[in-house]
Protein backbone atom coordinates (compact mmCIF):
# COMPACT_ATOMS: atom_id res chain seq x y z
CA UNK A 1 0.00 0.00 0.00
CA UNK A 2 3.20 2.47 -0.85
CA UNK A 3 2.31 5.95 -2.13
CA UNK A 4 3.54 5.50 -5.50
CA UNK A 5 1.61 1.65 -6.07
CA UNK A 6 -1.34 4.50 -5.68
CA UNK A 7 -3.50 5.74 -8.84
CA UNK A 8 -3.95 9.77 -8.92
CA UNK A 9 -6.02 9.59 -5.88
CA UNK A 10 -4.92 8.97 -2.06
CA UNK A 11 -6.47 6.24 -0.39
CA UNK A 12 -6.88 5.99 3.60
CA UNK A 13 -5.22 4.12 4.97
CA UNK A 14 -2.12 3.22 5.56
CA UNK A 15 -1.51 -0.06 7.54
CA UNK A 16 0.15 1.03 10.52
CA UNK A 17 2.88 -1.19 12.48
CA UNK A 18 2.60 -2.46 15.73
CA UNK A 19 4.52 -1.01 18.31
CA UNK A 20 3.95 -2.11 21.73
CA UNK A 21 5.37 -5.32 23.37
CA UNK A 22 2.60 -6.13 24.79
CA UNK A 23 0.80 -7.48 21.72
CA UNK A 24 -2.82 -8.44 22.22
CA UNK A 25 -3.01 -10.72 18.53
CA UNK A 26 -6.09 -8.43 17.69
CA UNK A 27 -8.19 -9.52 20.23
CA UNK A 28 -9.23 -6.49 22.07
CA UNK A 29 -12.51 -7.45 22.84
CA UNK A 30 -11.75 -11.26 24.31
CA UNK A 31 -10.77 -10.37 27.65
CA UNK A 32 -6.36 -9.45 26.96
CA UNK A 33 -6.85 -7.24 29.04
CA UNK A 34 -6.81 -7.78 32.70
CA UNK A 35 -8.94 -4.50 33.83
CA UNK A 36 -11.84 -3.69 31.36
CA UNK A 37 -12.26 -0.42 30.85
CA UNK A 38 -16.00 -0.07 32.75
CA UNK A 39 -14.17 -1.35 35.62
CA UNK A 40 -11.36 1.07 35.17
CA UNK A 41 -13.36 3.88 34.99
CA UNK A 42 -15.98 3.08 37.62
CA UNK A 43 -13.00 4.71 40.32
CA UNK A 44 -13.82 8.14 40.79
CA UNK A 45 -9.78 9.00 40.30
CA UNK A 46 -9.66 7.23 36.89
CA UNK A 47 -12.70 8.86 35.84
CA UNK A 48 -11.96 12.78 36.69
CA UNK A 49 -8.48 12.19 34.84
CA UNK A 50 -10.08 10.94 31.82
CA UNK A 51 -12.58 13.70 31.51
CA UNK A 52 -9.43 16.41 32.40
CA UNK A 53 -7.65 15.03 29.92
CA UNK A 54 -10.72 13.97 27.15
CA UNK A 55 -12.90 17.08 28.35
CA UNK A 56 -10.05 19.62 27.93
CA UNK A 57 -9.11 18.95 24.57
CA UNK A 58 -12.85 18.04 22.70
CA UNK A 59 -13.43 21.50 24.00
CA UNK A 60 -10.39 23.13 21.58
CA UNK A 61 -11.17 24.03 18.01
CA UNK A 62 -8.98 21.73 15.14
CA UNK A 63 -8.42 24.53 12.02
CA UNK A 64 -6.17 23.63 9.02
CA UNK A 65 -3.06 25.63 8.30
CA UNK A 66 -0.85 26.14 5.83
CA UNK A 67 2.47 24.43 6.69
CA UNK A 68 5.16 27.04 5.18
CA UNK A 69 3.21 30.10 6.37
CA UNK A 70 1.28 28.86 9.36
CA UNK A 71 -1.32 31.06 7.19
CA UNK A 72 -4.91 29.39 8.84
CA UNK A 73 -6.95 28.41 5.77
CA UNK A 74 -10.36 27.48 5.60
CA UNK A 75 -11.07 24.44 7.50
CA UNK A 76 -13.03 21.60 5.45
CA UNK A 77 -16.33 20.20 6.68
CA UNK A 78 -15.00 17.18 8.47
CA UNK A 79 -12.69 19.32 10.88
CA UNK A 80 -15.59 20.92 12.51
CA UNK A 81 -17.74 17.94 12.24
CA UNK A 82 -15.84 14.54 11.74
CA UNK A 83 -18.99 12.68 12.31
CA UNK A 84 -22.11 13.44 10.72
CA UNK A 85 -24.32 12.24 13.67
CA UNK A 86 -22.49 13.63 16.71
CA UNK A 87 -20.72 17.16 17.72
CA UNK A 88 -16.69 17.17 17.04
CA UNK A 89 -16.37 17.26 20.53
CA UNK A 90 -17.65 14.05 21.08
CA UNK A 91 -16.19 12.40 18.71
CA UNK A 92 -12.77 13.81 20.09
CA UNK A 93 -13.29 13.16 23.36
CA UNK A 94 -13.90 9.62 23.05
CA UNK A 95 -10.72 9.46 20.46
CA UNK A 96 -8.71 10.55 23.68
CA UNK A 97 -10.38 8.71 25.67
CA UNK A 98 -9.52 5.36 23.57
CA UNK A 99 -5.62 6.47 23.58
CA UNK A 100 -5.90 6.85 27.35
CA UNK A 101 -7.20 3.57 27.96
CA UNK A 102 -6.07 1.21 25.04
CA UNK A 103 -3.38 2.97 23.50
CA UNK A 104 -4.89 3.34 20.09
CA UNK A 105 -8.31 4.37 18.62
CA UNK A 106 -10.09 4.21 15.49
CA UNK A 107 -12.50 6.44 13.07
CA UNK A 108 -14.47 4.81 10.62
CA UNK A 109 -14.66 6.48 6.99
CA UNK A 110 -18.30 7.09 5.98
CA UNK A 111 -17.78 9.46 3.27
CA UNK A 112 -14.97 10.26 0.46
CA UNK A 113 -14.29 13.28 -1.67
CA UNK A 114 -14.55 12.27 -5.18
CA UNK A 115 -11.46 14.66 -6.20
CA UNK A 116 -8.99 12.24 -4.85
CA UNK A 117 -10.51 9.64 -2.57
CA UNK A 118 -9.88 11.38 0.77
CA UNK A 119 -12.10 10.80 3.67
CA UNK A 120 -14.86 13.76 4.27
CA UNK A 121 -16.26 12.07 7.26
CA UNK A 122 -15.69 9.69 10.02
CA UNK A 123 -17.21 8.00 12.66
CA UNK A 124 -15.57 7.09 15.68
CA UNK A 125 -15.70 3.09 16.93
CA UNK A 126 -15.09 1.50 20.10
CA UNK A 127 -11.94 -0.37 20.67
CA UNK A 128 -13.75 -3.33 21.57
CA UNK A 129 -15.54 -3.37 18.40
CA UNK A 130 -12.31 -3.82 16.11
CA UNK A 131 -9.69 -6.79 15.91
CA UNK A 132 -7.40 -7.33 13.37
CA UNK A 133 -5.05 -9.46 11.73
CA UNK A 134 -0.95 -9.33 11.43
CA UNK A 135 1.87 -10.65 8.89
CA UNK A 136 3.77 -13.21 9.90
CA UNK A 137 6.40 -11.32 11.96
CA UNK A 138 3.44 -9.65 13.65
CA UNK A 139 4.80 -6.59 13.43
CA UNK A 140 1.97 -4.84 10.29
CA UNK A 141 -1.62 -4.67 10.62
CA UNK A 142 -2.67 -6.35 7.55
CA UNK A 143 -6.69 -6.72 8.01
CA UNK A 144 -8.97 -5.00 10.59
CA UNK A 145 -12.32 -6.29 11.13
CA UNK A 146 -15.82 -4.64 12.92
CA UNK A 147 -17.79 -6.68 15.14
CA UNK A 148 -16.52 -9.74 13.62
CA UNK A 149 -17.10 -8.57 10.00
CA UNK A 150 -14.17 -7.96 7.60
CA UNK A 151 -13.67 -3.90 6.44
CA UNK A 152 -11.40 -2.71 3.74
CA UNK A 153 -7.98 -1.19 4.48
CA UNK A 154 -8.79 1.54 2.02
CA UNK A 155 -11.63 3.78 0.73
CA UNK A 156 -14.71 3.73 2.18
CA UNK A 157 -15.70 1.71 5.04
CA UNK A 158 -11.95 1.65 6.00
CA UNK A 159 -10.49 2.39 9.69
CA UNK A 160 -8.34 5.46 10.46
CA UNK A 161 -5.76 4.52 12.91
CA UNK A 162 -4.59 6.68 15.47
CA UNK A 163 -1.66 5.51 17.70
CA UNK A 164 -0.95 6.42 20.94
CA UNK A 165 2.37 7.17 22.77
CA UNK A 166 2.08 4.21 25.10
CA UNK A 167 0.16 0.98 25.65
CA UNK A 168 -2.61 2.74 27.61
CA UNK A 169 -3.59 2.56 30.86
CA UNK A 170 -5.31 -0.84 30.69
CA UNK A 171 -2.46 -2.20 29.66
CA UNK A 172 0.54 -0.58 32.22
CA UNK A 173 -1.75 -0.07 34.88
CA UNK A 174 -3.12 -3.16 35.29
CA UNK A 175 -1.90 -3.46 39.27
CA UNK A 176 -2.78 -0.44 40.20
CA UNK A 177 -6.19 -0.09 38.91
CA UNK A 178 -7.12 -3.43 40.04
CA UNK A 179 -5.59 -2.24 43.49
CA UNK A 180 -8.23 1.03 43.28
CA UNK A 181 -11.11 -1.60 42.22
CA UNK A 182 -10.39 -3.86 45.00
CA UNK A 183 -10.34 -1.22 47.91
CA UNK A 184 -13.64 0.41 46.57
CA UNK A 185 -15.42 -3.10 46.68
CA UNK A 186 -13.84 -3.67 49.70
CA UNK A 187 -14.98 -0.25 51.33
CA UNK A 188 -18.63 -0.82 49.60
CA UNK A 189 -18.84 -4.03 51.62
CA UNK A 190 -17.39 -2.19 54.89
CA UNK A 191 -20.30 0.60 54.04
CA UNK A 192 -22.69 -2.03 53.63
CA UNK A 193 -22.50 -3.97 56.68
CA UNK A 194 -21.83 -1.18 59.35
CA UNK A 195 -20.62 -3.50 62.21
CA UNK A 196 -17.53 -5.67 61.56
CA UNK A 197 -17.93 -8.83 59.80
CA UNK A 198 -18.08 -12.01 62.28
CA UNK A 199 -20.36 -14.90 63.92
CA UNK A 200 -22.69 -15.78 66.53
CA UNK A 201 -21.42 -18.50 68.90
CA UNK A 202 -24.17 -20.30 70.33
CA UNK A 203 -22.84 -22.43 73.76
CA UNK A 204 -26.29 -23.86 74.47
CA UNK A 205 -28.24 -26.30 72.84
CA UNK A 206 -28.12 -26.57 68.73
CA UNK A 207 -30.54 -24.50 66.90
CA UNK A 208 -32.43 -25.76 64.04
CA UNK A 209 -31.43 -24.63 60.69
CA UNK A 210 -34.69 -22.55 59.90
CA UNK A 211 -33.90 -20.64 63.40
CA UNK A 212 -30.14 -20.20 62.69
CA UNK A 213 -31.63 -18.65 58.90
CA UNK A 214 -34.21 -16.51 61.16
CA UNK A 215 -32.14 -15.47 64.21
CA UNK A 216 -29.05 -14.07 61.26
CA UNK A 217 -32.24 -12.28 59.21
CA UNK A 218 -33.25 -10.27 62.66
CA UNK A 219 -29.95 -9.87 63.87
CA UNK A 220 -28.96 -8.11 60.30
CA UNK A 221 -32.10 -6.18 59.88
CA UNK A 222 -31.78 -4.95 63.48
CA UNK A 223 -28.52 -3.94 63.05
CA UNK A 224 -29.30 -1.54 60.18
CA UNK A 225 -32.28 -0.27 62.64
CA UNK A 226 -30.09 0.38 65.31
CA UNK A 227 -26.62 -0.27 66.63
CA UNK A 228 -27.01 -1.67 70.16
CA UNK A 229 -27.47 -4.97 70.08
CA UNK A 230 -28.87 -7.77 72.72
CA UNK A 231 -27.90 -11.50 72.89
CA UNK A 232 -29.01 -13.96 75.15
CA UNK A 233 -26.81 -15.72 77.78
CA UNK A 234 -26.18 -18.61 75.11
CA UNK A 235 -25.06 -16.26 72.76
CA UNK A 236 -21.81 -14.38 71.50
CA UNK A 237 -21.00 -12.40 68.87
CA UNK A 238 -17.40 -12.46 67.77
CA UNK A 239 -15.73 -10.46 65.03
CA UNK A 240 -13.70 -11.39 62.13
CA UNK A 241 -12.17 -8.66 60.63
CA UNK A 242 -11.11 -5.04 61.25
CA UNK A 243 -13.49 -2.07 61.46
CA UNK A 244 -12.84 0.33 58.32
CA UNK A 245 -10.84 2.59 60.10
CA UNK A 246 -8.28 0.49 61.02
CA UNK A 247 -8.30 -1.05 57.58
CA UNK A 248 -7.09 2.13 56.34
CA UNK A 249 -9.67 2.54 53.97
CA UNK A 250 -9.42 6.64 53.32
CA UNK A 251 -5.65 6.64 53.65
CA UNK A 252 -5.61 3.31 50.86
CA UNK A 253 -7.41 5.67 48.79
CA UNK A 254 -5.73 8.89 48.69
CA UNK A 255 -2.61 7.10 47.80
CA UNK A 256 -4.42 5.18 45.21
CA UNK A 257 -5.55 8.62 43.71
CA UNK A 258 -2.01 9.75 43.79
CA UNK A 259 -0.89 6.87 42.01
CA UNK A 260 -3.46 7.03 39.61
CA UNK A 261 -2.70 10.59 38.62
CA UNK A 262 0.83 9.40 37.81
CA UNK A 263 -0.48 6.69 35.89
CA UNK A 264 -2.40 9.19 33.63
CA UNK A 265 0.11 11.59 34.08
CA UNK A 266 -2.16 13.90 35.36
CA UNK A 267 -0.61 16.58 38.70
CA UNK A 268 -2.62 15.02 41.50
CA UNK A 269 -3.72 18.42 42.61
CA UNK A 270 -6.10 18.46 40.10
CA UNK A 271 -7.82 15.73 41.28
CA UNK A 272 -8.18 17.64 44.96
CA UNK A 273 -11.31 19.13 45.63
CA UNK A 274 -9.95 22.60 46.76
CA UNK A 275 -7.36 22.74 43.48
CA UNK A 276 -8.83 26.39 42.50
CA UNK A 277 -8.31 27.87 46.53
CA UNK A 278 -4.92 29.12 45.91
CA UNK A 279 -4.99 30.10 41.85
CA UNK A 280 -5.06 33.46 40.95
CA UNK A 281 -5.07 34.16 37.24
CA UNK A 282 -1.35 34.58 36.67
CA UNK A 283 -0.51 31.24 38.20
CA UNK A 284 -3.16 29.50 36.40
CA UNK A 285 -2.06 30.74 33.08
CA UNK A 286 0.90 28.91 33.79
CA UNK A 287 -0.08 25.60 35.34
CA UNK A 288 -2.45 25.38 31.95
CA UNK A 289 0.80 25.45 30.26
CA UNK A 290 2.20 23.02 32.26
CA UNK A 291 -0.64 21.05 31.69
CA UNK A 292 -0.67 20.80 28.24
CA UNK A 293 2.93 20.86 28.20
CA UNK A 294 2.98 17.37 30.09
CA UNK A 295 -0.36 15.86 30.14
CA UNK A 296 -2.08 17.02 27.21
CA UNK A 297 0.57 16.88 24.15
CA UNK A 298 0.83 13.39 23.60
CA UNK A 299 -2.93 13.11 22.68
CA UNK A 300 -2.94 16.32 20.78
CA UNK A 301 0.59 15.26 18.74
CA UNK A 302 -1.10 11.59 18.19
CA UNK A 303 -4.51 13.08 16.80
CA UNK A 304 -2.94 16.49 15.07
CA UNK A 305 0.07 14.26 13.11
CA UNK A 306 -2.55 11.70 12.47
CA UNK A 307 -5.32 13.85 11.05
CA UNK A 308 -2.02 16.23 8.99
CA UNK A 309 -0.92 12.88 7.05
CA UNK A 310 -1.07 12.55 3.70
CA UNK A 311 -4.11 10.56 2.89
CA UNK A 312 -6.40 12.86 4.98
CA UNK A 313 -4.70 16.11 4.19
CA UNK A 314 -3.43 17.75 1.24
CA UNK A 315 0.24 17.39 1.23
CA UNK A 316 1.71 20.91 2.39
CA UNK A 317 -1.09 21.52 4.53
CA UNK A 318 -1.49 20.57 9.12
CA UNK A 319 -3.84 20.13 11.47
CA UNK A 320 -3.69 21.95 14.65
CA UNK A 321 -5.77 21.93 17.34
CA UNK A 322 -6.11 26.34 18.48
CA UNK A 323 -4.68 26.01 22.08
CA UNK A 324 -3.24 29.59 22.30
CA UNK A 325 -6.60 31.03 20.95
CA UNK A 326 -8.62 29.35 23.54
CA UNK A 327 -7.18 27.16 26.85
CA UNK A 328 -4.20 29.21 26.68
CA UNK A 329 -5.38 32.68 25.93
CA UNK A 330 -3.34 35.25 27.89
CA UNK A 331 -4.56 37.81 30.08
CA UNK A 332 -6.76 40.85 28.25
CA UNK A 333 -4.90 43.29 30.50
CA UNK A 334 -1.47 42.10 29.36
CA UNK A 335 -2.95 41.47 25.41
CA UNK A 336 -3.78 45.32 25.24
CA UNK A 337 -0.65 46.19 26.54
CA UNK A 338 1.34 44.48 23.52
CA UNK A 339 -1.31 45.47 20.67
CA UNK A 340 -0.91 49.03 22.24
CA UNK A 341 3.52 48.78 21.92
CA UNK A 342 3.01 46.91 18.74
CA UNK A 343 0.62 49.90 17.23
CA UNK A 344 3.26 52.56 18.97
CA UNK A 345 5.98 51.31 16.62
CA UNK A 346 3.79 51.22 13.62
CA UNK A 347 3.75 47.09 13.34
CA UNK A 348 0.41 46.89 12.79
CA UNK A 349 -2.68 48.72 11.95
CA UNK A 350 -5.75 49.93 13.89
CA UNK A 351 -7.73 47.38 11.42
CA UNK A 352 -5.35 44.69 12.29
CA UNK A 353 -5.74 45.73 16.16
CA UNK A 354 -8.64 44.85 16.36
CA UNK A 355 -8.99 41.63 14.48
CA UNK A 356 -6.19 40.61 17.19
CA UNK A 357 -8.62 41.09 19.99
CA UNK A 358 -11.73 38.98 17.38
CA UNK A 359 -13.32 42.57 17.03
CA UNK A 360 -14.68 43.34 13.92
CA UNK A 361 -12.95 47.26 12.57
CA UNK A 362 -16.68 49.66 12.45
CA UNK A 363 -17.35 51.10 9.52
CA UNK A 364 -14.94 49.00 7.80
CA UNK A 365 -16.32 50.18 4.10
CA UNK A 366 -14.87 53.45 4.60
CA UNK A 367 -11.52 52.60 5.91
CA UNK A 368 -8.01 52.26 4.14
CA UNK A 369 -4.92 50.02 5.07
Not at 50 to 66: F, Q
Not at 198 to 223: C, H, M, Y
Request: proline fraction near 5%; charged fraction near 20%.
Amino acid sequence: MGLFSRSNKIEAQYAPQVMSENFNYGYTNLGVYSIRRESAISVPSVARCRNLLAGTIASIPLALYRKSTGEELGSPLWLEQPSLSQPRSVTIAWTVDSLLMYGLAYWKITELYADDGRPARFEWVANTRVTYDVDVYNSVVTHYYIDGISTPMSGLGSLITFQGLDEGILTRGVRTLQAAIDLDKAAQVASSTPQPTGFIKNSGADLDPKEVSGLLAAWKQARMNRSTAYLTSTLDYVTTSYSPKEMGYNEGKQFLSTEIARLCNVPAIYLSSDMNSSYTYSNLLDSRKDFVSYSLQPYISAVEDRLSMDDITARGNIVRFAINDTFLRQDPMAELLVIEKLLTLGLITPEQAMTMTDQTPNGNEGMTS
